[in-house]
């Protein structure tokens, strides 16, 4: 496809396991430029789940939703993760989260601060 639909779209995805960057991933695959949030250590949580492949060691959950993605590392419990956060998302359209209620306003992530950082920003909730 020479040029995607949502090719000049570019979200964030700090989501976890499934429903989140199931979502990211549809975008993704429309041709957005979707930039995959992960956590120090071990990464995504879906990254561990099910089956591996046994050619590289990927899980299928992992092919499936994480395909498509750029990723970067920020840790979000960090004043500098929040703070590479913020900066990404100064030139972002979309953001998907799937925390719990109330995780993200924890992080002093709100979404008056985050609209604040960036007043044309969509903030999907899954």
């Given at each position: 496809?020479?040029?995607?639909?949502l090719s000049d779209l570019r979200v964030i995805d700090i989501s976890t396991v499934?429903?989140?960057?199931g979502?990211?991933?549809?975008?993704?695959?429309?041709?957005?430029?979707v930039i995959k949030v992960e956590r120090p250590g071990t990464g995504d949580t879906v990254r561990d789940m099910g089956w591996r492949d046994p050619s590289d060691d990927v899980t299928l959950f992992w092919k499936m939703v994480g395909?498509?993605?750029?990723?970067i590392v920020l840790d979000l419990?960090?004043?500098?993760?929040?703070?590479?956060?913020?900066?990404?998302?100064e030139t972002a359209d979309v953001l998907v989260e799937n925390f719990?209620?109330?995780?993200?306003?924890?992080?002093?992530?709100?979404?008056?601060?985050?609209l604040a950082?960036?007043?044309k920003l969509v903030i999907t909730r899954v």
């Amino acid at each position: 496809m020479p040029n995607p639909p949502l090719s000049d779209l570019r979200v964030i995805d700090i989501s976890t396991v499934l429903a989140g960057p199931g979502c990211a991933r549809h975008l993704a695959d429309f041709g957005a430029d979707v930039i995959k949030v992960e956590r120090p250590g071990t990464g995504d949580t879906v990254r561990d789940m099910g089956w591996r492949d046994p050619s590289d060691d990927v899980t299928l959950f992992w092919k499936m939703v994480g395909r498509g993605k750029r990723t970067i590392v920020l840790d979000l419990k960090s004043e500098d993760g929040v703070s590479v956060l913020r900066k990404l998302l100064e030139t972002a359209d979309v953001l998907v989260e799937n925390f719990r209620p109330g995780k993200l306003e924890a992080l002093g992530l709100e979404p008056e601060v985050l609209l604040a950082v960036n007043p044309k920003l969509v903030i999907t909730r899954v």
